[in-house]
């Protein structure tokens, strides 16, 4: 059964706040997009949830990958629009592609980058080391709700794309 546009929109809100107030108090970004797609519109597992954990701050804490937030958000599209494992003869599925493409250029536009060291200096104007304790204090003081905001307009397009 198809969703209204109305009831999408609704979706996307409830979502989203749902993402930002999850970032706020629990953190793990990839994590906090994919708990708020599954518990408003579904194709999320547990699984998958599980399996974004280090995923977060770039991947590993590291900081050089894409952004957990981002990373959260194609693998939602994907859990709903990708390609099955029993499927890999027939073709790349490039609607989800498509789909990822999309979603990654509306961040680029948004936040001004893609990695998390790129979303730290844009957030704070320098870049940290989360395995160093005082850094990651530093960051988390000084980004404020940043992270929390992507997080929530991450999962507010994904929910609207889906």
């Not at 970032?23 to 999320?44: D, F, H, M, R």
């Not at 104007?125 to 992507?150: M, P, V």
């Amino acid at each position: 059964m198809a969703i209204s546009k109305d009831e999408k929109r609704r979706l996307a809100e409830e979502a989203s706040k749902q993402a930002f107030a999850d970032e706020i108090n629990y953190g793990c970004c990839p994590q906090c997009v994919l708990k708020a797609v599954q518990s408003t519109v579904g194709y999320v597992t547990d699984e998958t949830i599980k399996a974004s954990h280090g995923l977060s701050g770039g991947g590993g804490l590291m900081g050089q990958g894409a952004c957990g937030a981002l990373t959260g958000g194609l693998l939602a599209l994907g859990a709903k629009r990708g390609r099955d494992h029993d499927k890999f003869d027939k073709g790349k599925f490039i609607g989800n592609f498509r789909l990822g493409q999309e979603l990654t250029q509306r961040f680029v536009e948004e936040f001004g980058g893609v990695t998390c060291k790129e979303l730290q200096e844009k957030f704070t104007g320098k870049t940290y080391d989360f395995w160093d304790e005082s850094q990651y204090k530093a960051f988390t003081d000084a980004r404020g709700d940043k992270c929390a905001i992507a997080t929530a307009t991450v999962t507010k397009w994904v929910v609207e794309m889906m």
